[in-house]
């Protein structure tokens, strides 16, 4: 199983353009997230998911939008990239919200915006 | 806004000794989660223990909960040099599985 891969690992990217960042798992969760990691602080929900088909904002959306269209893949775009989005972005999975909760994270993209 | 805070931010010990971290938290919680991150690379997770609950074991892993408190304590027993690493308490006060984490004990085991 490779759980969850993250494409791409890297980019550097200009202000204004814009990218997607692609989160695929392959365990059959039911919820999916995405995050940011800014250095000195914990992670921060950026967007989330419990289905195909759903999408809801977390703490920091503002500047991303998100899709689910496939239950195994959550995509993260950014559409007109600011500096303040330089940051290391994890997706993770989690299976079920009563008893396996524990989250299942990619290895991350690191994002540099110039 | 961070929910879990760790304590201490920073922890530099030898080989072979234990090391303690401390998450304090402000909210009512469904469960509280453990993860390190070595440096580069994403979380893993180590250890759940839920709300109803007060002391866990995982190997050399130990974590308790004292909800009347707030707190959690994760301790490492007979640390190794593969044990250094970012360790991050996060907590669970939904039911749609949203992570609220602290901004991580930095531990660093020299041989």
């Known amino acids: 199983n490779a759980g969850v891969t993250q494409t791409p690992k890297f980019r550097v990217l200009k202000t204004g353009q814009s990218m997607t960042l692609l989160c695929a798992q392959d365990m059959n969760h039911e919820y999916m997230y995405w995050y940011r990691q800014d250095p000195g602080m914990g992670l921060r929900l950026i967007h989330y998911?419990?289905?195909?088909?759903?999408?809801a904002k977390g703490e920091v959306p503002d500047g991303y939008n998100v899709s689910r269209l496939k239950k195994q893949n959550f995509l993260l775009g950014l559409e007109s990239a600011a500096p303040s989005q330089t940051s290391v972005y994890f997706c993770?999975?989690?299976?079920?919200?009563?008893?396996?909760?524990?989250?299942?994270f990619g290895q991350g993209t690191r994002l540099t915006v110039v | 806004s961070q929910q879990g805070e760790e304590d201490p931010q920073a922890l530099s010990i030898q080989e072979g000794e234990n090391a303690t971290m401390n998450c304090s938290y402000k909210?009512?919680?469904?469960?509280l989660q453990w993860y390190r991150q070595n440096s580069g690379r994403g979380l893993v997770h180590l250890i759940l223990i839920r709300s109803n609950e007060r002391e866990k074991h995982s190997g050399r892993l130990r974590v308790t909960l004292d909800t009347s408190k707030k707190s959690s304590s994760l301790l490492i027993t007979a640390s190794r040099a593969a044990d250094t690493a970012s360790y991050f308490c996060a907590l669970l006060t939904d039911s749609w599985g949203k992570l609220q984490f602290g901004a991580g004990t930095q531990v660093v085991v020299t041989p």
């Open positions: 909210t009512s919680i469904n469960n």
């Open positions: 998911s419990v289905g195909e088909g759903t999408t």
């Open positions: 993770a999975s989690v299976l079920d919200r009563e008893f396996h909760t524990e989250a299942f």
